[in-house]
């Protein structure tokens, strides 16, 4: 029988599969609206190789309607992404719940079904049209069309070609469609390891705690994350992973331990010193290995506006107090 790790490795490809569909959706909405626009782009380049000396950019009339059909698509785009969320985070739901209730049935004599994820929906405050995650949503449009107007800007003062301007256009469109990306992974995730947790909760005792679990190995975990694993959490304690944070909650049942054989620092002290200097950075490794700082410091919180306190790894210079 595969073990509970094993388990929630293959439980994590299929969170990948969701992912990437939802990625693609994404992409696919952004890359249409960006189309609709490729002719106010290349109208707006024309126009640049045509100013004087004593010109400014702000004036063309290319450039009002470039940043004026610029926001409209960009609102268009943003009510899409909004049901593309939507949809992400309640799918993500009802597979945290499958998942959940699975590690927990391997471990015991089955038959535990869990929440329903009708029920789940109504836990998740953050999912309200009128919450925080929304209010970030709706400043997408403004904070895109003034990265463009920047890049434009910033190009012709600069004196750069307008070809090179257009593709800085591009670039700064590039930065809207990062931001969505980032946005939608975090909360798939994010809802897929809360539903985990509510699951845990629904146990009747039998799932006393939580086990910070991340795919060592992988060239994307940070040492936060590392640092993170297979510590023990109480149920009442969110996994408050960084943003596109793929790390899971196990269930800690008393009676069979810490499913997690090996924690992280123990992995990483495994590791030859010029794979650990790698993944921790030479600056971190140096001062890690004079005493400056332990494994454990690597991980730290910080305030988020949408999903509270986060993990993320702690910058080298408070590691050592510079």
Same mark, same amino acid.
């Given at each position: 029988?595969? =073990?509970?790790?094993?388990?929630?490795?293959?439980?994590?490809?299929?969170?990948?599969?969701? $992912?990437e569909?939802?990625?693609?959706?994404?992409? $696919?909405? +952004? #890359?249409?609206?960006y189309?609709?626009?490729?002719?106010?782009?290349?109208?707006?380049?024309?126009?640049?190789?045509?100013?004087?000396?004593?010109?400014?950019?702000?004036?063309?009339?290319? +450039?009002?309607?470039?940043?004026?059909?610029?926001?409209?698509?960009?609102? &268009?785009?943003?009510?899409?992404?909004?049901?593309?969320?939507?949809?992400?985070?309640?799918? #993500?739901?009802?597979?945290?719940?499958?998942? /959940?209730?699975?590690?927990?049935?391997l471990?015991?004599?089955?038959?535990?079904?869990?929440?329903?994820?009708? @029920?789940m929906?109504?836990?998740?405050? %953050?999912?309200?049209? *009128?919450? &925080?995650? +929304?209010s970030?949503?709706?400043?997408?449009?403004?904070?895109?069309?003034?990265?463009?107007?920047?890049?434009?800007?910033?190009?012709? &003062?600069? *004196?750069?070609?307008?070809?090179v301007i257009?593709?800085?256009?591009? $670039?700064? @469109?590039?930065?809207?469609?990062?931001?969505?990306?980032?946005?939608?992974?975090?909360?798939?995730? %994010?809802?897929?390891?809360?539903?985990?947790?509510?699951? %845990?909760?629904?146990?009747?005792?039998?799932?006393t705690?939580?086990?910070?679990?991340?795919?060592?190995?992988?060239? $994307? =975990?940070?040492?936060?994350?590392?640092?993170?694993?297979?510590?023990?959490?109480?149920?009442?304690? =969110?996994?408050?992973?960084?943003?596109?944070?793929?790390?899971?909650?196990?269930? %800690?049942i008393?009676?069979?331990?810490?499913?997690?054989e090996?924690?992280?620092?123990?992995? @990483?002290?495994?590791? /030859?010193?010029?794979q650990? #200097?790698?993944?921790?950075?030479?600056?971190?490794?140096?001062?890690?290995?004079?005493?400056?700082?332990?494994?454990?410091k690597?991980?730290?919180?910080?305030?988020?506006?949408?999903?509270?306190?986060?993990?993320?790894?702690?910058?080298? &210079?408070?590691?050592?107090?510079?």
């Amino acid at each position: 029988m595969a =073990t509970i790790t094993q388990t929630a490795l293959r439980q994590r490809n299929e969170l990948a599969s969701i $992912d990437e569909a939802n990625f693609r959706l994404i992409e $696919d909405a +952004y #890359a249409l609206m960006y189309e609709r626009l490729q002719g106010d782009v290349d109208a707006l380049t024309l126009a640049i190789e045509s100013m004087e000396e004593g010109d400014s950019v702000e004036d063309l009339p290319q +450039y009002r309607r470039l940043t004026r059909n610029a926001e409209k698509e960009l609102d &268009k785009f943003t009510t899409v992404l909004e049901t593309i969320l939507g949809a992400s985070a309640l799918a #993500a739901l009802t597979l945290g719940l499958e998942h /959940s209730a699975e590690l927990v049935n391997l471990s015991t004599a089955g038959g535990f079904v869990g929440l329903e994820p009708a @029920f789940m929906r109504t836990l998740l405050n %953050y999912l309200e049209p *009128g919450g &925080k995650l +929304y209010s970030r949503l709706s400043e997408l449009t403004g904070l895109a069309v003034q990265n463009v107007v920047d890049a434009i800007i910033e190009g012709v &003062k600069a *004196g750069k070609n307008p070809r090179v301007i257009a593709s800085l256009i591009q $670039d700064a @469109f590039g930065g809207g469609l990062t931001d969505a990306l980032r946005m939608m992974r975090t909360l798939q995730l %994010y809802s897929y390891r809360e539903a985990a947790r509510a699951n %845990y909760l629904e146990t009747n005792g039998i799932v006393t705690a939580w086990v910070w679990f991340a795919e060592l190995g992988d060239p $994307d =975990t940070c040492m936060s994350c590392i640092a993170q694993h297979g510590t023990i959490h109480p149920l009442e304690e =969110t996994l408050n992973d960084h943003h596109n944070g793929r790390c899971a909650p196990l269930p %800690y049942i008393p009676e069979f331990g810490n499913p997690v054989e090996q924690t992280g620092e123990d992995w @990483f002290n495994s590791l /030859s010193p010029a794979q650990q #200097a790698s993944m921790m950075g030479q600056g971190k490794f140096d001062a890690w290995k004079a005493g400056q700082f332990t494994f454990d410091k690597l991980s730290r919180e910080v305030e988020n506006d949408i999903y509270g306190l986060m993990r993320s790894e702690t910058p080298l &210079k408070d590691l050592v107090n510079e």
